[in-house]
């Protein structure tokens, strides 16, 4: 079989080493990849957003399973645009894909599924948002419609802030046609947890779940980022509340995209919050998290591929996938001023060292050569996994290979997994 990944980051170098380990695989190609991926696979230079290419590069090429990683192409249509060369891919239609791409057609999915969720509203006309905002009063959650690269979300505290972030959207435009919409929503109190399901247009089965770390600063301080470090299992997440999760947002979502003549294939990722009653849905996202594949995917003790064969197909109920019953941690590795303007080309030693450790995988997500050196290309860079029988040698073993790492210019959290 011969596979495409397409992405750039640790998520696509993390699915990349679990497909290369598929005795089913006999060619593998990633579009573009990155140095880490460079002696996993082929690399192919198309940028992941560049839909025509890599539908060209997949028919030319005689492909028989694409793996998108992020949600750019898949927004824009790569699946059907492979669909309509007769080539596979594991990820969703451009309809199906509005799950992410438009955070209002996904509360409408979600209520007329029956899925719990936020109350919520959507406005186009600032007056009648911030009428709105008035009569909820604070907490308040404020989203820009569409994709804004992770900063559309204000969890407003005071009806002050919910207001500037309505402003900043709606009249302001700050995140331009993204925002010509706010959804504003009730702000719900728990524990965010990330669960993935491999999903075949009708049925799914569990990928997993992971607690994302998203803030950039020790003790969940200072601004937003992609995600910090993962710690998988989520501590607490019982089975029961596993099966919860599928029975009560993952298959309604899937019938509803079903109903509505777009079924959803592909990995579908619900960001939950953990409440006093019972799981909420927060968003979904249809793809893979990052670092949440990273800390995954290392855990996965069978074949990947069969499994995502099957989505493809609409069999997934005779795929099965089993795991290692270890906890897996993950620390992200940023360039220094992530998430907001950091360098590039700073060089990074000891990789080697650092991947010598008893478990420990470091994956790249930024990074390109530069003669024989590594050097940072990215906001998040490096992504260091371990795996241990507890969380606690996990986090010791993933902190180990991060000083092992010789990089002044870069920074990472020191508390990933210490609390969660
Ligand atoms: P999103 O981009 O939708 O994942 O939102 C970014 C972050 O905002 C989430 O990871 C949550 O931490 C937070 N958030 C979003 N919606 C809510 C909500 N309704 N209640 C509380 N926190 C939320
Ligand atoms: N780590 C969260 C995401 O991939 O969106």
Redesign the pocket.
Known sequence: MRVLVVGSGGREHALVRAIAQSPMVTALFCAPGNPGIAPLATLVPIPAADVDALTSFAAANAIDLVVPGPEAPLVAGLADHLAARGVRCCGPSAAAARLEGS?QFAKEVADAAGIPT?RWEAFTDSHHALDFVQRRGAPL?V?ADGLAA?K??V?AQTVAEAEAAVIACLRDKAFGHAGATVVI?????GH?VSVFALCDGRDAIFLGAAR?Y?RVGDGDIGP?TGGMGAIAPPPGFTHDTQALVMETIIRPALAEMARRGMPFTGILFA?L?LTEQGPKL??FNVRFGDPEAETLLPLLASDLVPALVAACQGDIAGATLTWRAEASVSVVMAGAGYPNAYQRGSVIGGLERAAAGDEVSVFHAGTRTDGDKIVADGGRVLVVNAMAPSLVQARERAYAAVDAIVWPEGFCRRDIGSHF
């Not at 929503?185 to 109190?189: F, G, N, P, Q, R």
């Open positions: 955070k936020a959650v989203k992770g559309g979300v969890v929503e009730e702000c719900l109190v965010e994302d998203k937003n960001g919050m927060i968003e």
